[in-house]
Structures are given as structure tokens and as C-alpha cells.
């Protein structure tokens, strides 16, 4: 004898019928989990399709045309007979650009969307909330009153982000509104050292004021092998770090007592914040403070996913966004050179006005 099995309607079922339906549903609940990962992955691997052809544009295109059969043997050293001057223009001025941008645009977008996702926050991105500033800051001051050079620079601005930082994570700690806090407080600290660049700059010299323009704007004019190298190191350092700590960027999102209750508490999810404010630090004393990159990579990621967080396609978006940028830069206009920072500056403050407004709909819905 079977025992009868109440349906939700009262209504007895055979339990037999009930037991063939149970691996059915069982299939779908894992075709519904597969789905939005199949997706992310989908997005990731496009994404790194496009980073690909953004460097070789970067690197083929523009006022010199290279071929893309003659580029292999110019990165293998080779010289070309028929243009003598290729691999010189190659290998010091295009693919330094174009690797610097590349490099710099993953560390910025990876930094935003760890920032994002773990304070909750659309706003909370290192060029918002002062991380950037900060390292721009202590840079800029170390270059005119210490005049600092080398390796010298990027130690300021790490210690510059990383006191931004600390100070953020003081004020905001221990509060049930600990991410809204430290945003508030970030975007104070930026406001604040912004005044204190702008007293140093009109204490210094037109020399000293020029040098400083590139952590005032953005550039990729220090594209050289050190300072990729030095950036290359930090990124392969970094990143690992950076992904393990992306295990637990998606719990942040419900909350320090829910991600806590899930096995994830908001500590062990601040970590993350720690290696972006080391990432988005060295990068911005390659390139200085290229604006919007980290505060846009993050949403748009999230849009492409289906409005899941994803740490590496933020990251290829940022990498997309700079490369591209530098290019349209340098031959967008003909006969002027814009830094990468002017160029997504231009094309962030609309886009983040869309941001502001999109997050607002959400909230009152």
C-alpha cells in the first residue's frame, strides 16, 4: 500500500506521479542556476574579445598604419626593410600606450566594482570617494616640495589612498550604516584634498605645475617599460588577492548581519576593500586619476550580467574604456592630443548622471 499525497489543492495524488514530477522540477531549479552563470561567462569572454581589439587598434591604427602580418615581427625584434622606422614607433610609443592603458583600466575597473558591491553603494568608487584624490594628493606634494622621482611617486600615492582609506574605515566602522558613512566621509576627504592640490599648485613652479598636470587629469605619457613593469608586478600581486576576496563580494551586498549569518562576515568582505585601495593606488601613480573609469566599469558590468556583480567584467570594461579613450584622444580631433582623463571625463558625467537617476528608480520602486 501507497500512502495518498495531498496535493495543495486538497486533492488526493499518486505518489508515484509525485515522485516522477520531483527530478523535473529538480532540472529546472538547475537550468534557472546555470542560466545567469552562463551569461556572466558569456559577457566576460566577449569582453576580452573586445580588450583584445582595442589594444590591436590601439596599436595598429592612427597617424602610423601598421599591418597587422608586419606586427609579430616587430614585437619579435625583427627590422622590417621596407620601414625602418616602424619598429621604433612600435615598440616606444604604441604598445607602451597601449599596455599601460590596458593595465591601468583593469585595475580601476576591478577597484570600482569591489568598492560598489561591498559598500552597497553605486557612488562608492575610488575617484568618488577620495581614494583617488588622496593618492593624487600625497603625489602631488611629494613632487613639488620633495621632489620626489622613480619609484618614489607611486609609494606617496599608495601611501596617500591607503591613509583615505583608513580614514574612511575609522568613521565609518561599528555603525549599521558603516558604507553610507565612509561614501559621505570619502566624498568629504575629496573635496578637502582637492583644495589642498590646488593651494600646492599655486605655490610651485610652472615646471613642478606641469609635471603635477598628469595626477590632475589623467595621462598615458608615462608609458614607459619601468613603470608598466611596476604596474604589470602590482596587477599580478593584486589580482589573485582581489579574486579571492570576490567570493564574498556578493554576500556583502545583503548586508554585514545576513553576510555574516551566511558565513561571510563584513570584515573578512573589507579585505577586499584594502587590495582595491593598493590597486586603484598604483594605477593612479601610473596614470594619475582617470576619471569615471572605476565608477562606470561597475555598472555596466552589472547591466551586461543581468544584474549580477562581476569582478572581471568590470575590469575588462575599464581596460576597454581606457584604451579606447587614449585613441580618441590622440585622433579624434585632428591636430590635438586630449589626455585619456579629458576624454572620459567628457563621456562619464552624462553617464553617471544616467546612473544617479537609474538608482533612484530603483529605490522608489
Known amino acids: 500500500m501507497t500512502a495518498d499525497v495531498l496535493t495543495p489543492t486538497g486533492a488526493c495524488a499518486d505518489p508515484r ?17 546555470r542560466r545567469p ?45 621596407d620601414a625602418p622606422g616602424a619598429s621604433f614607433i612600435v615598440m ?5 600606450r597601449a599596455l599601460l592603458g590596458l593595465l591601468a583600466g583593469l585595475a580601476f575597473g576591478a577597484a570600482g566594482a569591489m568598492f560598489q558591491t561591498t559598500l552597497r553603494n553605486p557612488l562608492a568608487s575610488p575617484d568618488i570617494i577620495g581614494i583617488s584624490v588622496g593618492a593624487s594628493a600625497a603625489a602631488v606634494i611629494a613632487l613639488t616640495f620633495l621632489d620626489a622621482q622613480g619609484l618614489w611617486l607611486p609609494a606617496a600615492a599608495l601611501v596617500g589612498a591607503v591613509a583615505v582609506g583608513l580614514l574612511m574605515h575609522a568613521v565609518g566602522r561599528g555603525t549599521t550604516l558603516a558604507g553610507q558613512r565612509m561614501v559621505l566621509v570619502g566624498i568629504g576627504v575629496a573635496a578637502l584634498l582637492s583644495s589642498v592640490i590646488q593651494f600646492v599648485m599655486t605655490r610651485t613652479s610652472i615646471q613642478d605645475a606641469q609635471a603635477a598636470l598628469v595626477w590632475l587629469t589623467g595621462s598615458l605619457a608615462r608609458a614607459t617599460w619601468p613603470v ?21 563580494m556578493r554576500l556583502a551586498e545583503l548586508g554585514d548581519d545576513l553576510s555574516a549569518t551566511l558565513g561571510a562576515p563584513a570584515g573578512r568582505a573589507r579585505l577586499g576593500l584594502v587590495v582595491a585601495v593598493a590597486l586603484a593606488a ?29 569582478l572581471w567584467a568590470a575590469a575588462l570594461i575599464g581596460a576597454v574604456v581606457v584604451v579606447l579613450s587614449d585613441f580618441a584622444g590622440d585622433y579624434l580631433i585632428p591636430d590635438v592630443n586630449l589626455p585619456v582623463g579629458v576624454v572620459t571625463g567628457a563621456l562619464g558625467a552624462p553617464l553617471m548622471l544616467a546612473v544617479v537617476v537609474t538608482a533612484g528608480r530603483a529605490g522608489k520602486a
Open 37 to 81: 552563470t552562463r551569461r556572466v561567462r558569456l559577457v566576460i569572454a566577449t569582453l576580452a574579445v573586445a580588450a583584445v581589439a582595442a589594444v590591436l587598434v590601439r596599436v595598429l591604427l592612427g597617424d602610423y598604419v601598421v599591418a597587422l602580418t608586419d606586427l609579430l615581427p616587430i614585437l619579435r625584434g625583427e627590422a622590417l626593410p
Open 282 to 310: 598604483v594605477a593612479t601613480s601610473a596614470t594619475g586619476p582617470i576619471a569615471f573609469v572605476a565608477f562606470l566599469a561597475g555598472p555596466i558590468a552589472r547591466r551586461l550580467c543581468g544584474g549580477r556583480p562581476s
Open 228 to 248: 608598466i613593469g611596476m604596474l604589470s608586478v602590482a596587477v599580478l600581486v593584486l589580482a589573485p588577492l582581489l579574486a579571492v576576496c570576490a567570493r564574498w
Open 92 to 96: 616606444e610609443a604604441k604598445v607602451p
Open 17 to 33: 506521479a509525485v515522485a516522477a514530477e520531483e527530478p523535473a522540477d529538480l532540472a529546472r531549479v538547475v537550468r534557472a542556476r
